[in-house]
């Protein structure tokens, strides 16, 4: 009887800790996953709020909004990663901001 508890909890030391390991990795890889997401909506946040103050600074500068978006890329200095963005810019007229959506560009 004493031998066929010891073989027993053998095997349940042998199946859970090999079990918790493994849940253990699962969660740290979720985990990584979701930092991974949130890194790559917070980046393409941070693109669009440039994009938007170097228009307002060019309003204040000059009176206008920049008519597209090398102007602001050439005078303004502003970089874009277009391998990884994908930015729709819209003006409409020289005293309205204008229309800036930023995409993740995906292969």
Known sequence: MMKRKKSISRLLRALVFPALAVAALLFFNSALNNLNR??????MRLLEDALRRSCVACYAAEGSYPSDLAYLKEHYGLQIDESRYIVHYQAFAENLMPDITVLENTP
């Not at 949130?38 to 980046?43: I, K, Y």
């Open 38 to 43: 949130d890194s790559a909506s917070e980046n």
